[in-house]
């Protein structure tokens, strides 16, 4: 089972009225945090069932009374129960989704390299023995980098993919987009970092999905420049998970009750 690197956190958490009662019962909301942490890697679909009640308090590292842990969690409503088989409370309505997307761009970026790989090996084949020696940096890494930024960026053709990606959006933007500009830099940074041109697909797509960015609040603002989407790894992250967003009502209590309500 592939593992991820990030979960559905909301900032509100802490203040959540479930989250109150599990820290009033158990004096910590670690529990329920750990717990989400070890099944995004090992139970993606949160099903427990199978898993006994001293094993999920270990994965939650509870030191505490035994079963006191489980009690709480199925009390305040991050647990479920039904027959002596366990649930994670509306786990893929929330994280699960996010991991669920993040599998399918995985493996839609393996098939794309796959294919890409393939049309290279019959290339190879079918050139002449002059055209083969060729050094591969040269093949596949940008040469075009002017002044102090005069070295070879293996990564030119994805970062143009996802420059193409953004002016699908807006027709107007990076019409040429040069190597060393900040938008280059990041983007490249990025793909350093492991990740995929997916990804960064699906990152500015959740940004453009996001009433916030979109100016679909109360100033009005819009923030839907590239620059602001690479910035960083959490930036890129956030993205991905606007994007497996679903359009949802606004709760009655001020915050985001997807996954904890």
Not at 60 to 89: M, P, T, V, Y
Not at 105 to 119: E, G, P, S, Y
Not at 141 to 152: A, E, K, L
Not at 209 to 225: A, E, F, I, R, V
Request: positive net charge; glycine residues 8%; contains cysteine.
């Amino acid at each position: 089972m592939a593992t991820v690197p990030w979960i559905r956190f909301y900032t509100s958490f802490p203040r959540h009225r479930k989250t109150v009662m599990l820290k009033r019962e158990l004096g910590t909301y670690e529990p329920i945090v750990n717990l989400w942490c070890w099944a995004a890697d090992n139970a993606q679909d949160g099903n427990l069932a199978g898993f006994t009640v001293d094993e999920l308090e270990d994965f939650a590292g509870w030191k505490g009374r035994k079963g006191a842990a489980i009690n709480a969690l199925l009390s305040s409503g991050f647990l479920d129960e039904n027959d002596g088989c366990f649930r994670l409370h509306d786990w893929m309505e929330g994280t699960g989704a996010g991991i669920e997307s993040l599998m399918k761009t995985r493996n839609r970026q393996r098939d794309i390299m796959k294919q890409k790989r393939n049309v290279s090996a019959n290339t190879n084949t079918h050139s002449d023995a002059k055209a083969s020696q060729i050094p591969l940096t040269l093949s596949v890494c940008d040469q075009s980098i002017s002044g102090s930024d005069r070295v070879s960026d293996c990564h030119a053709d994805s970062i143009r993919l996802v420059f193409d990606h953004y002016r699908k959006l807006h027709p107007r933007a990076f019409r040429d987009p040069q190597p060393g500009t900040k938008e280059w830099r990041l983007i490249r940074d990025r793909l350093k970092e492991g990740t995929t041109v997916e990804e960064l697909f699906l990152c500015i797509d959740g940004y453009h999905k996001s009433p916030y960015h979109t100016g679909q609040n109360d100033t009005k603002t819009k923030y839907l420049d590239l620059e602001l989407f690479v910035r960083d790894g959490s930036h890129v992250s956030k993205g991905i998970e606007l994007a497996s967003e679903k359009p949802k009502q606004e709760p009655r209590w001020g915050g985001s009750d997807r996954l904890y309500r």
